[in-house]
């Protein structure tokens, strides 16, 4: 599956973005969790949130600094996850990566095989 993500953008403190992660050559059927990441220069690869398989509830789950600010869903059909963020903070400053893996959902990076590009968020203070 080849993923692509946007809608990332420069924000205000206390500002808002949406992004998107969509799927093609192979649609995000019910065989994959999808996990959003990001990356701040200097910093390692950081798990932001994970939605896992319909099958499973398509339940959630969200590093600890989201602390509620940020929603992440999944349309199968349309083949695509969302990252709703909320209340963004200048350390929420990074390079944004969706990624998919078949199976259960994992916070570390290296679990998943299949990654999007990358959409740079930037928030100012």
């Known amino acids: 599956v080849q993923l692509q993500a946007s809608g990332g953008g420069l924000v205000q403190a206390g500002g808002s973005l949406r992004l998107s992660c969509a799927a093609s050559?192979?649609?995000?059927?019910?065989?994959?969790?999808v996990g959003w990441f990001r990356q701040a220069p200097g910093k390692e690869r950081e798990f932001v949130a994970a939605?896992?398989?319909?099958?499973?509830?398509?339940?959630?789950y969200y590093g600890d600094f989201v602390r509620g600010r940020f929603t992440i869903s999944r349309d199968n059909a349309k083949s695509t996850v969302w990252l709703q963020m909320n209340s963004l903070k200048p350390e929420d400053t990074a390079v944004y990566y969706c990624?998919?893996?078949?199976?259960?959902?994992?916070?570390?990076?290296?679990?998943?095989?299949?990654w999007g590009q990358g959409t740079q968020v930037t928030v100012s203070s």
């Open positions: 939605i896992t398989r319909t099958g499973t509830g398509g339940r959630t």
């Open positions: 050559g192979r649609a995000l059927r019910n065989i994959y969790a």
């Open positions: 990624a998919a893996k078949k199976g259960g959902w994992t916070t570390t990076w290296t679990g998943y095989d299949n």
